[in-house]
């Protein structure tokens, strides 16, 4: 038994004639009409030594939703390896993988799963990644512009009407000293901020002006306040698109508090989007059971869709 936290995104619907996104009907088609799993490889970069890939390499039809799995890989010959003969499948699973023989062609890095029907999409993808990694495949799939935002906590609703500013804690703020491949602007915005910030502190106290930035670092914790001006919106529709929107970047939601009108707390931003927590059973390999994670996932959706 392994606990799993699933996510919950809406879909965004553009087509006002319709009363649900195409997304899971065009996907679906799509992937009918793929030939193979070697189809489904999207490159991440032409520059990446390590020749990284998403692919959907398994899915499942059902009447009203699709499930699928997701897996990113690396070219190359090494443990956990893929062989050339599974690409050429119109799918295959993550057992097959594991009873892959030496000698593939890429290397399995990780793997995770999703459910989508009507305007709703279900993953246990982890919560440190952000579901722009998803996003970006489907988009390129299908070669149509999708959007997937976190869907927030209902009981929240009422909270964040009241929000006054967010505190985004030091530990989200990036060490200037780590070399990362994060290609991110967000992540250069937030990289300048703190490289900024430690000259006007030492500027503010003179004593602190002989101190080294190294030595600076180690005393003084630096956080991003983010203050809301007066609003008078605060239709719960409207707060969803606007917070899950603020949301949907940040992969690391424990470090952002939000505060009250009132100076109430809200412990961090993982408080406010909407996930549950399941227990799935594992085979003896270690394995999840896809079928029941596929059933805790549909009763999440329904759950979602009666407005629980």
């Known amino acids: 038994m392994k ?17 649900y ?6 996907l679906s088609e799509k992937l009918i009409s793929s030939g193979s799993v070697e189809h489904r490889r999207m490159r991440l970069s032409l520059e990446d030594p390590k020749n990284e890939e998403d692919l959907i390499s398994n899915f499942q039809q059902n009447s ?4 699928c799995t997701m897996l990113r890989i690396e070219l190359g010959n090494n443990v956990q390896h893929i062989a050339s003969e599974l690409f050429k499948k119109k799918s295959f699973t993550i057992n097959d993988l594991n009873q892959s023989t030496v000698g593939g062609e890429a290397i399995f890095k990780h793997s995770y799963y999703f459910l989508i029907s009507d305007d709703f999409l279900i993953t246990n993808l982890a919560g440190n990644i952000t579901i722009k ?30 929000i006054k500013s967010i505190t985004v804690g030091d530990n989200h703020l990036p060490d200037t000293k780590k070399r ?11 990289l300048k901020l703190k490289a900024e910030s430690y000259p006007v502190i030492k500027n503010i106290f003179n004593d602190a002006k002989s101190i080294t930035e190294a030595q600076l ?3 003084i914790s630096v956080k991003l306040l ?21 949301l949907k970047p940040v992969s690391d939601l424990e470090n952002y508090t939000f505060h009250t009108k009132s100076g109430k707390k809200i412990k961090s931003g993982k408080d406010v989007v909407r996930t549950k927590s399941v227990n799935i059973e594992t085979t003896d390999s270690g394995f999840l059971d896809e079928n029941q994670l596929l059933q805790e996932m549909a009763m999440f959706i329904r759950d979602l869709k009666n407005g629980r």
């Open 3 to 19: 606990k799993i936290k699933l996510r919950a995104f809406e879909i965004t619907n553009i087509d006002i004639n319709n009363a």
């Open 21 to 26: 996104s195409d997304l899971s009907n065009k």
């Open 64 to 67: 009203d939703s699709i499930f």
């Open 133 to 162: 990694r998803l996003e970006t495949y489907l988009n390129w799939f299908l070669g149509k512009f999708y959007q997937l935002t976190p869907l927030l906590d209902k009981a929240q609703i009422t909270e964040l009407s009241e």
């Open 180 to 190: 990362t491949d994060i290609r991110s602007q967000n992540f250069f915005s937030m």
């Open 217 to 219: 670092e180690q005393i």
């Open 226 to 246: 983010i203050e809301f001006r007066k609003s008078k919106k605060s239709d719960p529709t409207e707060l969803q698109k606007l917070y899950g929107a603020l």
